[in-house]
T-cell receptor, first 116, second 114 residues
Framework: SAVISQKPSRDICQRGTSLTIQCQVDSQVTMMFWYRQQPGQSLTLIATANQGSEATYESGFVIDKFPISRPNLTFSTLTVSNMSPEDSSIYLCSVAALAGSTDTQYFGPGTRLTVL | AQSVAQPEDQVNVAEGNPLTVKCTYS??????LFWYVQYPNRGLQFLLK??????LVKGSYGFEAEFNKSQTSFHLKKPSALVSDSALYFC????????????FGAGTRLFVKA
């Protein structure tokens, strides 16, 4: 499995500001994803990060609020823009090495975001 | 549309006893099923998966799960629980008919008492 790191591990931010979360993988992966885990809840897929093209967003998530970059096969960023307290969550990066749907997804340690 | 249900918010077992964490699913195609565990302040760790083949799959840390197509279930089991197994467990499903979208259950918190 891949080793996934995220920066920052946690942050406390003010309302109206933006935070960029970085995800770094120790090997090249085909698929990268961003999830949100709100307090006491399950995981919700925000988007699939596509290398060299715009991310594919799930229903309820938009690029203006959650811009994503993926410049290469080992790195992606998620920005949470114009934050409000409702954005307080754990944000998780996930990867899969292969394009085939049988492949297992692996997760980073998460970024715990608190918005005041 | 695919969905997954974990009917128990919490499961309590005594150390040394067998444990079961329940999961049922709904997909239109062949189900690809996964179990993950989340320890406090950490990301999700992969435990096991069912794609095809033997209905009983074995995974990490002595866990296993049984795929039951007629009951659309994929319950997680362990013959003898450890206190260190206490964590949050997520069942997840993907439609094998295509795409990579994985749906996660709400999670079940497992408490193992010494």
């Amino acid at each position: 499995s891949a080793v996934i790191s995220q920066k920052p591990s946690r942050d406390i931010c003010q309302r109206g500001t933006s935070l960029t979360i970085q995800c770094q993988v120790d090997s090249q992966v085909t698929m990268m994803f961003w999830y949100r885990q709100q307090p006491g809840q399950s995981l919700t897929l925000i988007a699939t990060a596509n290398q060299g093209s715009e991310a594919t967003y799930e229903s309820g998530f938009v690029i203006d609020k959650f811009p994503i970059s993926r410049p290469n096969l080992t790195f992606s960023t998620l920005t949470v823009s114009n934050m409000s307290p409702e954005d307080s969550s754990i944000y998780l990066c996930s990867v899969a090495a292969l394009a085939g749907s049988t492949d297992t997804q692996y997760f980073g340690p998460g970024t715990r975001l608190t918005v005041l | 549309a695919q969905s997954v249900a974990q009917p128990e918010d919490q499961v309590n077992v005594a150390e040394g006893n067998p444990l079961t964490v329940k999961c049922t699913y709904s997909v239109s195609g062949n189900p690809y099923l996964f179990w993950y565990v989340q320890y406090p302040n950490r990301g999700l760790q992969f435990l096991l998966k069912y794609i095809t083949g033997d209905n009983l799959v074995k995974g990490s840390y002595g866990f296993e799960a049984e795929f039951n197509k007629s009951q659309t279930s994929f319950h997680l089991k362990k013959p003898s629980a450890l206190v260190s197994d206490s964590a949050l467990y997520f069942c997840a499903v993907r439609d094998g008919g295509g795409g990579f979208k994985t749906i996660f259950g709400a999670g079940t918190r497992l408490f193992v008492k010494a």
